[in-house]
């Protein structure tokens, strides 16, 4: 089971249409995928059919009440597994504070998930995609301590960058925590090749990061824009649109990484 933090501190650059896509895409190629929403927002759950207003448990309960992973999981109509977020995680940081090892409680409870799927003769899952909220709270700092590896959705802007550099600061301080966390790529999101701007961050971007750069540039795509809107994920929206083609290479890229681990 791998456990990828799609992450960024900076709004607005299709953090959630990647951790929504890349989840339905790696389904789509057969692989056994869990979406878990830890975005007060609650976008990834709408993203993906689910009535976040609906749900019996989320992962606010999993959190606070100590609720198990394994009892909050819902099927998505797009064929993956999804925990759900909706407002009652709003304000969950200052809640947290005050619980013991507050910055490890969702490390816990991935491990418990583990145990019970084990205990339950369930297959396990071969990723566990979770979306962070656009801020370092903790929250955020909560799934980079349990996570494996970290995907940073990145528009190629230069206010993007400072934040890139900021949140690549906060990785390798979060190192002492869990020593395994590392940056497993940036994508580039919003790309319109036409923009001079956009070729130019680019450029920096991969003198920069190199081979963790994914070779896939997710487009400006109206079709990705759409999706949400119908609760659905790109690929089962519009299967041929540019944004969908543009994910399932990316999750191809991301397979191909695990089979290289």
């Not at 960024?8 to 959630?16: A, E, F, I, P, R």
């Not at 418990?112 to 297959?123: E, F, G, M, R």
């Not at 994914?214 to 949400?228: C, D, S, V």
């Amino acid at each position: 089971m791998e456990i990828i933090a799609i992450a960024n501190q900076k709004g607005g650059v299709g953090k959630t249409t990647t951790a929504v896509n890349l989840t339905a895409s790696l389904a789509a190629k057969r692989k056994h995928v869990l979406l878990i929403d830890l975005d007060p927002q609650g976008n990834a759950t709408s993203g993906t059919g689910v009535d976040k207003n609906a749900l019996d448990l989320t992962i606010a309960d999993v959190l606070l009440d100590g609720v198990a992973l394994s009892e909050a999981i819902v099927s998505s109509p797009a064929g993956f597994d999804v925990i759900g977020a909706n407002r009652d995680l709003a304000g969950m940081d200052i809640t947290l504070m005050s619980k013991t090892n507050s910055h490890e409680l969702f490390k816990t409870a991935m491990v418990q998930l583990a145990k019970d799927q084990i205990a339950t003769n369930k297959s396990a899952y071969d990723y566990v995609i979770i979306d962070c909220a656009p801020s370092l709270n903790l929250l955020t700092i909560n799934a980079l301590v349990a996570t494996d590896s970290v995907i940073i959705p990145m528009q190629c802007e230069y206010y993007a960058l400072e934040g890139l550099a900021d949140l690549s600061q906060t990785i390798e301080r979060l190192t002492e925590l869990n020593p395994k966390l590392y940056i497993r790529g940036v994508v580039r999101t919003l790309f319109d090749a036409r923009n001079t701007l956009a070729r130019d961050v680019s450029a920096e971007l991969e003198a920069h990061f190199g081979d963790i750069m994914y070779k896939t540039h997710i487009p400006r795509n109206i079709r990705l824009a759409e999706a949400p809107a119908h609760g659905l994920p790109v690929i089962a929206y519009e299967r041929w649109s540019k944004g969908a083609r543009a994910y399932q290479k990316l999750a191809a890229e991301v397979i191909k990484q695990s089979t290289s681990l």
